[in-house]
């Protein structure tokens, strides 16, 4: 097979420690074809002048074919690398809201929001690569390889979250506000034998006292 000279390692010195910039140009090849779509669409609806509804959902999708391929002769590749990957990724999220607000009066207003979220994401990863090519000067292909050189692989991952949330603002008497908010998840990814169900609470107040004397 064909040498290459390293600045390191001359030529007919052993093998190069790392490769020539011009053998990586002209012998070795990383390509990735991807082709991608992203969706999205929302619709709000205004039940009165209190209360309204909104929902949006979206979609990211791509498939990626990627050809990776080291000459004969490489640094890392001695008897050459060769591997196609076929890669499709998608994510699916949904998120559905309801929004009240109301003044009760010049002392006492609220407002609240409650929502809902779901997230699926889908991987897979079907390829194979090899290495000791047969040629070493053959164009790249998986037939160039032994079989006993050769390994195939599938990768299938599956992920999804659900989630209901919420959150209450009030401002009494224009001075004082409570704040309280939650959210309960559960994740395919918890695994069985944890709690699929997990609830995360928090609670703000603030108090602008300066307002008792009626100064800003």
Request: hydrophobic content about 35%; cysteine-free; glycine content about 8%.
């Amino acid at each position: 097979p064909e040498k290459q000279i390293s600045f390191r390692n001359p030529i007919g010195a052993g093998n190069a420690g790392y490769d020539n910039p011009y053998w990586t140009i002209n012998k070795n090849k990383s390509l990735s074809v991807v082709n991608r779509f992203i969706g999205n669409f929302e619709l709000v609806y205004d039940a009165n002048d209190w209360l309204s509804l909104r929902g949006n959902t979206g979609i990211d999708t791509y498939v990626d074919r990627r050809t990776d391929y080291l000459h004969a002769g490489s640094a890392n590749a001695l008897t050459g690398f060769y591997e196609e990957q076929y890669v499709q990724e998608s994510q699916f999220n949904t998120n559905l809201f309801a929004n009240a607000h109301k003044t009760f009066s010049d002392n006492f207003a609220g407002s609240i929001q409650v929502g809902f979220n779901y997230n699926n994401r889908q991987y897979n990863n079907v390829g194979a690569n090899g290495t000791n090519f047969i040629v070493p000067d053959a164009p790249p292909n998986l037939t160039n390889i032994p079989p006993a050189n050769r390994v195939a692989y599938n990768v299938a991952q599956t992920q999804r979250t659900s989630a209901g949330f919420f959150q209450i603002n009030t401002d009494i008497f224009n001075q004082v506000t409570i704040n309280l908010t939650g959210r309960a998840e559960s994740a395919s990814t918890f695994g069985p034998l944890a709690n699929s169900l997990f609830f995360y609470p928090s609670a703000t107040a603030a108090w602008q006292f300066t307002k008792l004397t009626g100064t800003n």
